[in-house]
């Protein structure tokens, strides 16, 4: 359809008009995420994990892209908003398939692929959930990352209880945004620029995480800590 990549898009509740800076806060926001890339790479300095400096960069490409939605407001600006997002959710599966669970690359690969289907499968049943709308999309990723730590909870007790508090934390970031429309009348500013501040917060920790993971090798298959 012609023009329909700039098709204008408001779906927050700061937002009241189509100017660039109709979303000063949500756009504002956008920055934990490039501070949270910043202190990632600092910490990483040496680390000799190319995986994660590749997570920190997408994080910094999240807030970039993020940014661009929330002042441009327009269908391409979605989709470099929610484009690296995917990204870091793919890159992770793979690292923590590889590195947590001690998989081949080949099936680290594979269980990257096992997302769509898994996230085709899924999202439909959390669009059920009355309230949830849009972040219907970003359910399934909390849920996942959970499985990953119960996985580990014996073989790799430490990353376990870290991948716990990002999916909890992702589960407090996705209320945030689910809550933004229906408060709009009571916060005219909404609560999307919550989830922007914890989700940073949470994408930096789950690199943080993986750092972790990283000097504190696995302990043998079945050995709990």
Same mark, same amino acid.
């Given at each position: 359809?012609?023009?329909?990549?700039?098709?204008?898009?408001?779906?927050?509740?700061?937002?009241?008009?189509?100017?660039?800076?109709?979303?000063?806060?949500?756009?504002?926001?956008? !920055?934990?995420?490039?501070?949270? !890339?910043?202190?990632?790479?600092?910490?990483?300095?040496?680390?000799? &994990?190319? &995986?994660?400096?590749?997570?920190?960069?997408?994080?910094?490409?999240?807030?970039?892209?993020?940014?661009?939605?929330?002042?441009?407001?327009?269908?391409?600006?979605?989709?470099?908003?929610?484009?690296?997002?995917?990204?870091?959710?793919?890159?992770?599966?793979?690292?923590?398939?590889?590195?947590?669970?001690?998989?081949?690359?080949?099936?680290?690969?594979?269980?990257?692929?096992?997302?769509?289907?898994?996230?085709?499968?899924?999202?439909?049943?959390?669009?059920?959930?009355?309230?949830?709308?849009?972040? !219907?999309?970003? !359910?399934?990723?909390?849920?996942?990352?959970?499985?990953?730590?119960?996985? &580990?909870?014996?073989?790799?007790?430490?990353?376990?209880?870290?991948?716990?508090?990002?999916?909890?934390?992702?589960? &407090?970031?996705?209320?945030?945004?689910?809550?933004?429309?229906?408060?709009?009348?009571?916060?005219?500013?909404?609560?999307?620029?919550?989830?922007?501040?914890?989700?940073?917060?949470?994408?930096?920790?789950?690199?943080?995480?993986?750092?972790?993971?990283?000097?504190?090798?696995?302990?043998?298959?079945?050995?709990?800590?």
């Amino acid at each position: 359809m012609e023009g329909s990549w700039t098709t204008a898009v408001d779906g927050y509740c700061e937002r009241l008009d189509p100017g660039f800076w109709a979303e000063p806060v949500n756009a504002a926001t956008n !920055a934990a995420f490039l501070i949270a !890339a910043a202190i990632m790479a600092w910490r990483l300095r040496g680390a000799h &994990l190319p &995986l994660a400096n590749i997570l920190t960069a997408i994080l910094a490409l999240i807030g970039i892209g993020s940014f661009l939605f929330h002042t441009f407001a327009e269908r391409w600006a979605g989709l470099a908003d929610t484009l690296p997002i995917l990204l870091f959710i793919l890159a992770y599966i793979y690292a923590a398939t590889r590195d947590y669970l001690g998989a081949r690359p080949f099936w680290a690969a594979a269980a990257v692929l096992g997302f769509f289907p898994y996230a085709a499968a899924t999202v439909p049943l959390f669009a059920l959930v009355p309230g949830l709308g849009s972040s !219907a999309g970003y !359910a399934p990723v909390p849920v996942l990352i959970a499985a990953y730590a119960v996985i &580990l909870r014996h073989r790799a007790p430490a990353t376990a209880r870290g991948l716990a508090i990002g999916a909890g934390l992702l589960v &407090l970031s996705l209320t945030f945004r689910t809550l933004d429309e229906p408060l709009c009348a009571a916060l005219p500013l909404g609560t999307h620029f919550l989830w922007h501040i914890l989700n940073a917060v949470m994408l930096g920790w789950m690199i943080e995480v993986y750092r972790r993971h990283g000097r504190a090798p696995l302990a043998p298959a079945g050995q709990s800590s």
